[in-house]
Structure formats: C-alpha cells, structure tokens
C-alpha cells in the first residue's frame, strides 16, 4: 500500500480531535511542536522558544499562533489543508495572552504532551483559573489504535530497519569498537530510507547486559555475544525499532541456553496478541516462560512499548496495564535476559494487533546469527 500524506495526516482527524476534547470535559487542547502536533495536523514544526501551538477549543473554530517569520513555513506544510486561522504574531505580541483572550474563559486545558515547561509556566500565567492537564488524555487512545494507512507506514519503517539487520554481519568482527561498527549501522540507517537516525545500541560481552547500553571503545573479542538494537524515524513521521543478537564466533553453551529460553518467550507473547487480550497479559506470556526457565530475575524491564510517531508511547505492554488490546494497537514485543558483567539478549520485534491476531512487523531471522 502507498501511503500519501493526506493518508497519514487526514482532514477528519481535527474534527475526531475536537469531539474528543470536549467529551473529555476539557475547553481546549493546547498543542506545541512534537508528536502530538504532527499527529492532527501533519506538519512537523520545528520547536522554538518562539510559540507556534495549534489551539483546538472544544466549542468554537480552530486556530494556530505561529510567529510571524515561521508563518510561510506553516502555510506550505499540510497543517494548511485543515483551513484553520493562522495567527501570526509579531516580536513584541505576547502570543499566551492572546490565546487566553481569543479562548476566553476554559476551566481545563490539555497541554501536548511534550510541551516546553517554559510555555506550559507561560500558559499558567496567561490563564490563572485554568486546570492544565496532558492533551495525552484525549490524543493518547486515538493515536494508539492506528489507521490502515499508519499500519502501512510502520510496515514501511519495519522492512527498512530489517534492511540493516541485514547488513549488520559485515560490520561486526573481532578487533573492531563498538563506536566503529554503531557507525556504520548509522550510515546503513539513513541508506536504508529513514530521515533520522534515532538510536544505536551495540552491546558486546558484558555491554550486553545493559538494556540501553551506549556506544563505546570497547572492541569486540572471538566469542562474544553483540545486542544490536537500532531504529530511525521515517521521511512519514513513523519510526521503527528492532533488536536482534549476534555472536562473533561460537557462542559459551550457557549462553545458547538462555538464548533458546528468550526466543521462546518471544514468540510466546507474539502467539498471545489478540483483540480483547490485556497489555499486562502479553506481558506475562513472555514472562512466565523466562520465570519457568529460573532466568526470571534477568528480565528486569517491560516486554514491550507502543510505536508510532514516537518509539515509545501508548499502549505499554507491562503489568498493571489492564488496557484490553484492540486492532490497530502497535507495539514492541522485546523480552530480554541480562546477565550482568557476562553478557545478556534480547529479541524485539514490532506488532500491529490485527482483527484476529498479531501481525510482526519485522522478519530478520530472530535465530542466533554467528559472525
């Protein structure tokens, strides 16, 4: 499927978005440049201390405040086909006091999630007797079922980070650091069609027990088992996100073992991915199978995260998440063991719950690769 970005970022979505603010009992949703602004209206503006903020009141028409020499840009980029006001504003303006007097009086706002604290304090100021709550609230279940055409772009985002995977083989050998190979990864990323580069974790040996491990000039030794987890953003907004492990040379028969457990538990939870299946119960799919195995106290973080506009955010697969799945969630399924100061592992694939089942999003070998 090609997806356009009419498909990604559609006109009805602000009116969804409206209709939500005022069911949740919020006056206006406030949103600042970041995921939750691209999500409503496609245009990926760029953060300034300068405001740009797309207003969405509950009751009332639209509007966004963008700083008279951003204006160009915010009439050129999709945000233009939703026929909102722009309202620019000039250097000397004070462009909180303005959306507090075109709002009037609102007794609770949603601030984008991942607002400035310098504007959110600004918005306090500009409007006293408003609550501020998290837009999150009201974005946060509808940015995390996902439409036909986002579940396309993360299939679009999945093959090209597969692509990598693919690729990795060559880069890793004995003698060479850690940095060195995460930059060929790197270049291999943005080749591979992402437009950024988000993350590059290779953890060898003993690195390999740190979950999010960073590049070091540490060099890979014969034998040693290399966590390789990688991911980009998409020229779409989507990102992708996949962990796989390798060996340079044969791997220690321990850990072999604990390998063959971990992918177990992987395609366990994978299997358990179905309508109505609570986030917390993918969560102990995976789980119990590590426990039964007694390498239980060694997955010490959560199976999995959603994935979309951002790496993480809505649904988590964790407990306590009792959210029942439904089609169109995405997310990672990524159970790891981590032996500290030996080494450790983790699979990781994305997921799109489907109308019956799960669908994988990634499909590079989830074997050990020996190198």
């Given at each position: 499927?090609?997806?356009?970005?009419?498909?990604?970022?559609?006109?009805?979505?602000?009116?969804?978005?409206?209709?939500?603010?005022?069911?949740?009992?919020?006056?206006?949703?406030?949103?600042?440049?970041?995921?939750?602004?691209?999500?409503?209206?496609?245009?990926?503006?760029?953060?300034?201390?300068?405001?740009?903020?797309?207003?969405?009141?509950?009751?009332?028409?639209?509007?966004?405040?963008?700083?008279?020499?951003?204006?160009?840009?915010?009439?050129?980029?999709?945000?233009?086909?939703?026929?909102?006001?722009?309202?620019?504003?000039?250097?000397?303006?004070?462009p909180y006091v303005q959306v507090a007097h075109r709002l009037g009086s609102v007794a609770k706002v949603g601030l984008a999630?991942?607002?400035?604290?310098?504007?959110?304090?600004?918005?306090?100021?500009?409007?006293?007797?408003?609550?501020?709550?998290?837009?999150?609230?009201?974005?946060?279940p509808l940015r995390a079922r996902k439409s036909p055409a986002e579940a396309a772009a993360l299939r679009a985002a999945g093959?090209?980070?597969?692509?990598?995977?693919?690729?990795?083989?060559?880069?890793?050998?004995?003698?060479?650091?850690?940095?060195?190979?995460?930059?060929?990864?790197?270049?291999?990323?943005?080749?591979?069609?992402?437009?950024?580069?988000?993350?590059?974790?290779?953890?060898?040996?003993?690195?390999?027990?740190?979950?999010?491990?960073?590049?070091?000039?540490?060099?890979?030794?014969?034998?040693?088992?290399?966590?390789?987890?990688?991911?980009?953003?998409?020229?779409?907004?989507?990102?992708?996100?996949?962990?796989?492990?390798?060996?340079?040379?044969?791997?220690?028969?321990?850990?072999?073992?604990?390998?063959?457990?971990?992918?177990?538990?992987?395609?366990?939870?994978?299997?358990?991915?179905?309508?109505?299946?609570?986030?917390?119960?993918?969560?102990?799919?995976?789980?119990?199978?590590?426990?039964?195995?007694?390498?239980?106290?060694?997955?010490?973080?959560?199976?999995?995260?959603?994935?979309?506009?951002?790496?993480?955010?809505?649904?988590?697969?964790?407990?306590?998440?009792?959210?029942?799945?439904?089609?169109?969630?995405?997310?990672?399924?990524?159970?790891?063991?981590?032996?500290?100061?030996?080494?450790?592992?983790?699979?990781?694939?994305?997921?799109?719950?489907?109308?019956?089942?799960?669908?994988?999003?990634?499909?590079?070998?989830?074997?050990?690769?020996?190198?």
């Open positions: 499927m090609t997806t356009t970005s009419s498909d990604l970022y559609p006109v009805s979505r602000l009116a969804a978005v409206r209709e939500a603010t005022a069911a949740a009992g919020l006056g206006a949703l406030l949103l600042t440049p970041g995921p939750d602004l691209r999500y409503v209206t496609g245009y990926d503006a760029l953060p300034l201390e300068r405001l740009t903020c797309l207003v969405v009141p509950a009751a009332g028409e639209p509007f966004m405040m963008v700083p008279r020499l951003e204006l160009p840009t915010a009439e050129h980029s999709p945000a233009s086909r939703l026929g909102v006001e722009f309202v620019a504003w000039d250097e000397t303006d004070d999630d991942r607002m400035w604290a310098l504007q959110s304090l600004r918005f306090r100021d500009a409007m006293p007797g408003a609550e501020q709550v998290l837009a999150g609230s009201v974005l946060g093959a090209a980070i597969d692509a990598v995977h693919a690729q990795v083989p060559q880069f890793l050998k004995a003698g060479r650091s850690e940095r060195g190979v995460g930059r060929d990864i790197a270049e291999a990323i943005l080749a591979a069609g992402h437009a950024t580069v988000d993350f590059v974790i290779v953890g060898s040996g003993p690195n390999g027990a740190s979950p999010h491990h960073e590049l070091s000039d540490r060099v890979i030794q014969p034998g040693d088992p290399v966590v390789v987890d990688i991911g980009g953003t998409m020229p779409s907004g989507y990102c992708s996100d996949s962990t796989r492990v390798y060996c340079v040379g044969e791997p220690s028969p321990e850990f072999v073992k604990y390998y063959e457990v971990l992918k177990e538990a992987q395609e366990a939870a994978c299997a358990h991915v179905r309508p109505g299946v609570t986030c917390e119960s993918v969560d102990s799919a995976a789980r119990d199978v590590i426990s039964e195995a007694g390498y239980g106290e060694y997955f010490i973080h959560r199976t999995g995260h959603g994935i979309g506009l951002e790496t993480h955010e809505d649904p988590y697969i964790v407990s306590g998440n009792t959210t029942p799945m439904e089609p169109g969630f995405a997310f990672s399924i990524e159970p790891g063991i981590y032996l500290l100061g030996r080494h450790g592992a983790r699979i990781e694939d994305i997921v799109i719950c489907g109308e019956t089942a799960g669908e994988r999003l990634n499909h590079s070998t989830r074997d050990l690769v020996i190198v």
